[in-house]
């Protein structure tokens, strides 16, 4: 039944698409690829742009608005890895560019790839979860959401170490790092990957890549860079109590530097239970702390940093973990136009001049601007060393991230964070950047996210993809003159 409804969605949907100026033209090789996708039998959901309504919905799952839009030649849905395989082995047939989407939560947009026309495999079907409770693991598939993944496991009493925001997919997150709330106490949630399945650049399928040890370290920490698709990951998950803590303080804004210099003394020697943010707002200031026990405990811990900081205002929840992470974020608040910087801060902490400058820049910025520094210091991420997974970013203090929210004067705002960003590096921070806080303006990415480690990763890339299936601006390439150590 057509409705009234019906007839307005379409319209809407019609404004929508043009909004998009969706190009009318095919792809080179559409038609060849409509075939080559039937001859193999894929059976999940495959949309062609002809296919209008639920095309559309598929563009409209990226969440940076930021991003202009490339439109892909089709999205696939495979509903099992030999589905992921087929639709491999015809973009092998035509040469077709191909890229794995999760959550779509990619800063970048590169679960489109980085121009028109690539192929999209979005794993949403693959959202199978299987936890045993007696070897403390999970299969997770990859086209998971965090929310989804963090509850069920919950519910049995456990807890994974990974992000904060529900709708970021687990293939894109876990396996280039994953930084969150439990990251001093369990690390990261690429440090946690036990296993995983892969279809590789040639269609095999690797059901156990613990069998390829160095494919295992690559997709710790750079599995999201263009190695294969990971259809699930096994992981390493934790019993958790049934009711944990968390905190807020807040204090004035020129208390920055007083909680900086505190954090720089006491952070690294807090309890590993306890994993804190300082988040800066270009007025105030607020240190978000999560701790694996109760509240009192937390209140013995924190007795030290409250005394020689008076906080103006301090609160204390206890909830379950799922809620305590997560609690009522929503998916509609999520969407947003942002672009985002990524430092990691060393041992020594972010100096006087430092602060001074990032306040400076955050009252004058003409967009909306926040800043959080993460405390990694004192922490499991820092028992691994370098150079024993893929993620090279050990034995910092704080990973610093700034998140600026676009308006109208969205140019303006990005040129200047641009440049003070690369000030702001230069002058105070370590050269190193976060992986999953995708930036394609940062200049020497490579040796920024991957370190000494990327000249390892572009061998074993060579060994996998030696075509270069798996390409974007920010993959690993096949080959490079570039030397990071
Ligand atoms: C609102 C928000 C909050 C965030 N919070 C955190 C946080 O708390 N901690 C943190 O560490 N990070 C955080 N991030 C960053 C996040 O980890 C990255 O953006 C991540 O890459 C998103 O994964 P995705 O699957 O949603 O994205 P997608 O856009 O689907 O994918 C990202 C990249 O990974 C590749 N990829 C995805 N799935 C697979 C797969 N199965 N196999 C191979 N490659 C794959 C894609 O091709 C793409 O290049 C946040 C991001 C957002 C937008
Ligand atoms: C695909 O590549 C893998 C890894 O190099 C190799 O083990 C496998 O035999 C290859 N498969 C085919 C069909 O060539
Ligand atoms: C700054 O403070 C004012 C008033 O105290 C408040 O209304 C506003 O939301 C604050 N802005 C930010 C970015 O926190
Ligand atoms: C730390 O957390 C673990 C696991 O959640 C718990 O068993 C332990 O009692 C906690 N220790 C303290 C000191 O809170
Ligand atoms: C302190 O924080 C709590 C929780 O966020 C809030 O309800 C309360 O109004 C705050 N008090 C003051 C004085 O700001
Ligand atoms: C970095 O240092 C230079 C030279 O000391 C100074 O001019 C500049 O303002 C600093 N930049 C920032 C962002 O603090
Ligand atoms: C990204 O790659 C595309 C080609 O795939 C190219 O056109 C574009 O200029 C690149 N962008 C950047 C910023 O390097």
Not at 157 to 164: M, Q
Not at 271 to 290: A, C, D
Request: proline share 3%; net charge neutral.
């Amino acid at each position: 039944m057509i409705s009234y409804l019906h007839i307005i969605y379409f319209f809407i949907v019609i404004i929508h698409v043009f909004s998009y100026h969706l190009p009318v033209s095919k792809c080179p090789e559409e038609d060849s690829l409509r075939k080559c996708l039937d001859q193999y039998y894929v059976k999940g959901p495959v949309h062609f742009r002809d296919n209008f309504v639920a095309y559309n919905k598929d563009l409209n799952k990226q969440f940076n608005k930021r991003i202009i839009i490339h439109f892909p030649v089709a999205f696939v849905h495979p509903i099992d890895v030999l589905d992921v395989q087929n639709t491999i082995k015809c973009a092998i047939k035509l040469t077709y560019p191909i890229v794995a989407r999760s959550g779509g939560h990619s800063f970048e947009g590169y679960g489109l790839g980085d121009k028109d026309c690539y192929l999209i495999v979005d794993l949403v079907n693959l959202n199978k979860i299987t936890i045993d409770i007696t070897a403390q693991t999970a299969v997770v598939g990859t086209g998971n959401l965090i929310d989804k993944f963090y509850y069920e496991v919950n519910q049995l009493g456990f807890a994974f170490p990974a992000g904060s925001c529900p709708y970021v997919g687990v293939g894109g997150l876990i396996m280039g790092g994953g930084l969150g709330f439990l990251n001093r106490k369990f690390g990261l949630s690429s440090d946690n990957i036990l296993d995983a399945q892969i279809v590789l650049a040639n269609g095999t399928v690797v059901y156990n890549v613990k069998n390829y040890p160095e494919l295992l370290w690559a997709i710790r920490g750079a599995g999201n860079a263009g190695y294969g698709i990971v259809t699930d990951l096994t992981l390493r998950i934790y019993p958790i109590q049934k009711v944990i803590s968390s905190f807020y303080f807040e204090y004035d804004f020129d208390q920055i530097p007083l909680v900086f210099l505190l954090m720089h003394q006491l952070g690294s020697n807090l309890h590993q239970n306890l994993t804190t943010t300082i988040i800066i707002n270009s007025n105030s200031t607020t240190i978000h702390g999560v701790y694996l026990g109760s509240t009192s405990k937390l209140q013995y811990h924190m007795k030290e940093f409250i005394k020689l900081s008076t906080p103006k205002n301090i609160s204390y929840i206890e909830n379950n973990w799922y809620n305590t992470i997560i609690g009522d974020q929503k998916e509609s608040e999520d969407k947003a136009s942002v672009k985002l910087k990524s430092f990691f801060i060393d041992s020594k902490g972010l100096s006087n001049e430092g602060f001074k400058s990032l306040m400076k820049f955050s009252r004058n910025f003409r967009c909306e601007i926040i800043s959080t520094a993460t405390l990694i210091g004192g922490g499991q991420i820092n028992e691994i060393r370098r150079h024993e997974t893929a993620f090279v970013h050990r034995g910092f203090l704080f990973e610093m991230t700034i998140i600026a929210t676009l308006n109208s004067e969205n140019n303006i705002c990005l040129q200047e964070l641009e440049k003070f960003s690369q000030e702001f590096q230069r002058n105070y921070t370590s050269y190193e950047g976060y992986q999953n806080i995708i930036d394609r303006q940062l200049d020497n990415w490579q040796c920024r996210y991957y370190g000494e480690n990327f000249e390892r990763l572009v061998e074993i890339k060579r060994k996998y993809d030696p075509y270069n299936l798996f390409h974007w601006n920010q993959s690993i390439p096949t080959n490079t003159k570039i030397s990071c150590i």
